[in-house]
């Protein structure tokens, strides 16, 4: 048998009629393809999907949208009545400037002022100047107003008798015994006719700066909460706005109340409240801002059945009264 042949060495070939070897031929190029219209077409619209997503995606990072939205800034705030109803309006609106405020409700009001202090809220809102001044010098701390909002008046109510002439000589009124509100509805009831005290009185004043005999009615302090269901055995009480609503009592028939509008009323303007280091804090003055659009004043006077009247005064202000305010208390201890 002949050997094999490696592939690797084909056997030489000769043309049959020539022994000269003549360069092979050039093979012919393939025929160019057709474009295909069906193809770009797809070509055009991947291209065009590509650049929407693109858009959607960029969008979506600028507007806060979907997986990548802006974390908002948190901001605590303490209450005694966070259920109120403007409480929900007040925080749609803080949302759309990108603050997100939770509330924390306390249920009396020593709470909040030493947890603002403490670090563990960052505003609170439920005081008047009056009463911060006293926990500022007392507690020895310098919580500052950032924000005014409204004065609510403090009434006197009746269910024995429709005027005050009607009270008799030596009639019981009762009174919130907390040291704020039972000095102001002491002067209420200066101002009412009812009782006199010593030297005209001041927001510090007691019973015991009653002038027994130049009055007309004696008071019997309770506590603030105790003040409507009082009014079933004495001739009448002065009744904080929030428990005379709770008690379904209405604000018209009120006797009498201060002037929420006159410079007596200052002590009594209500305010947001800050530590003193974050008294310029962009973030909360917005939020004290925000207090005074449409939307949640409305929803404020609603709620107080418009007894309350929106106070907006600036800063500076406020913190001027407080100062004021600090001083007499300090001069009296």
Do not use: C
Request: aromatic residues 4%; neutral net charge.
């Amino acid at each position: 048998m002949p050997p094999q042949r490696s592939p690797a060495h084909p056997p030489f070939t000769r043309e049959r009629h020539s022994h000269v070897r003549r360069p092979p031929s050039t093979p012919a190029l393939p025929e160019k393809p057709k474009r295909s219209r069906t193809g770009l077409f797809v070509g055009i619209g991947i291209a065009v999907v590509a650049v929407i997503v693109a858009v959607v995606l960029v969008v979506v990072n600028l507007t806060g949208s979907g997986a990548a939205t802006a974390k908002s800034v948190t901001v605590k705030i303490g209450t005694t009545e966070a259920s109120s109803p403007y409480w929900a309006v007040l925080k749609k609106e803080a949302a759309k400037e990108g603050i997100d405020i939770q509330t924390v409700n306390f249920r009396d009001y020593t709470q909040a002022n030493p947890a603002l202090a403490d670090g563990q809220l960052d505003l609170n809102l439920f005081q008047h100047l009056q009463f911060l001044a006293n926990y500022d010098v007392q507690a020895k701390q310098n919580l500052v107003p950032i924000g005014a909002t409204l004065v609510v008046p403090l009434p006197l109510y009746s269910t024995k008798h429709t005027s005050l002439d009607d009270i008799p000589q030596g009639g019981k009124i009762a009174i919130p015994n907390d040291p704020t509100n039972q000095a102001r509805a002491l002067l209420v009831l200066q101002k009412a006719g009812l009782l006199k005290l010593k030297n005209g009185g001041s927001t510090l004043a007691t019973p015991a700066d009653i002038d027994a005999a130049a009055s007309k009615v004696t008071v019997i302090p309770v506590d603030a909460a105790q003040t409507a269901p009082a009014l079933s055995s004495a001739d009448g009480a002065i009744i904080n706005n929030n428990y005379a609503l709770t008690a379904g009592i209405d604000p018209k028939s009120a006797l009498f109340q201060d002037d929420p509008k006159s410079e007596t009323a200052e002590p009594y303007i209500n305010a947001f409240v800050a530590r003193e280091k974050d008294k310029d804090n962009p973030t909360y003055l917005k939020i004290a801002k925000l207090y005074h659009t449409k939307a949640v004043t409305d929803a404020v006077l609603a709620e107080s059945k418009n007894t309350a009247v929106i106070v907006n005064r600036p800063e500076s202000d406020l913190i001027g009264i407080l100062d004021d305010l600090k001083k007499t208390i300090e001069a009296a201890q």
